[in-house]
């Protein structure tokens, strides 16, 4: 008869498997949601301000299209200066994890995507709600709602995902995701 030999469980072996497990749900990655499958991400958009409408394909269930990928930054570029930046695939797997979770038919309407450094100081001029380091001005934040979910439960979805930022403007009927530190406002 096989004997197992014990295993010696250190004070800080215990201590690092106590927080891994207490963390790792609360902190899955949008691609850690989505691992094991090869299913497509698809992203409709509309954008606010220019009345442009977007649906693309940015992974194929394998990998990251980047001819989608450059159409969508296109269409999230700063629509007052026609700047534009790379956007975070974080971020847009954020938006599917997002609309999956919700259980969503409906289409992104854009409020901001890409913000460049001067429109941010206009508009951190206009409002004090503004970041002056604002992560739009990096590809990594957008505002926006979903056509069929009420933004107070997008609010409640995306909070609960915790991958990143989310900020909650009722008066203006939209959430702002980004993908820097978990918190909310």
């Given at each position: 008869?096989?004997q197992s030999?014990?295993?010696?469980?250190?004070?800080?072996?215990?201590?690092?498997f106590?927080g891994c497990?207490?963390?790792?749900?609360?902190?899955?990655?949008?691609?850690?949601l989505?691992?094991?499958?090869h299913?497509?991400?698809t992203?409709d958009?509309?954008?606010?301000?220019?009345?442009e409408k977007?649906?693309a394909?940015?992974?194929?269930?394998?990998n990251?299209?980047?001819s989608?990928?450059?159409?969508?930054?296109?269409?999230?570029?700063?629509?007052?200066?026609?700047?534009?930046v790379?956007f975070d695939?974080v971020?847009?797997?954020s938006?599917?994890?997002?609309k999956t979770?919700?259980?969503?038919?409906g289409t992104?309407?854009?409020?901001?995507?890409?913000?460049?450094?001067?429109?941010?100081?206009?508009l951190?001029?206009k409002?004090?709600?503004?970041?002056?380091?604002?992560?739009h001005?990096?590809g990594?934040a957008?505002?926006?709602?979903?056509t069929?979910?009420k933004?107070?439960?997008?609010?409640?979805?995306?909070?609960?995902?915790?991958?990143?930022?989310v900020?909650?403007?009722?008066?203006?009927?939209?959430?702002?995701?980004?993908?820097?530190?978990v918190?909310?406002?």
């Amino acid at each position: 008869m096989h004997q197992s030999k014990p295993v010696h469980l250190t004070r800080r072996k215990f201590i690092t498997f106590l927080g891994c497990a207490a963390c790792s749900p609360l902190f899955l990655s949008p691609n850690a949601l989505f691992a094991g499958t090869h299913e497509k991400r698809t992203l409709d958009f509309y954008h606010t301000h220019t009345n442009e409408k977007l649906s693309a394909t940015y992974f194929d269930g394998l990998n990251y299209d980047n001819s989608a990928l450059a159409e969508i930054n296109d269409f999230l570029k700063d629509f007052r200066t026609g700047e534009q930046v790379s956007f975070d695939s974080v971020l847009l797997d954020s938006l599917f994890a997002l609309k999956t979770q919700a259980q969503s038919r409906g289409t992104f309407e854009v409020i901001s995507g890409y913000r460049s450094p001067q429109t941010n100081e206009a508009l951190r001029k206009k409002s004090g709600g503004v970041a002056k380091r604002s992560y739009h001005m990096r590809g990594k934040a957008i505002d926006i709602r979903l056509t069929d979910i009420k933004t107070s439960k997008l609010r409640n979805i995306a909070k609960s995902l915790r991958h990143g930022g989310v900020g909650y403007y009722a008066k203006s009927d939209f959430i702002h995701l980004d993908t820097g530190p978990v918190r909310s406002w």
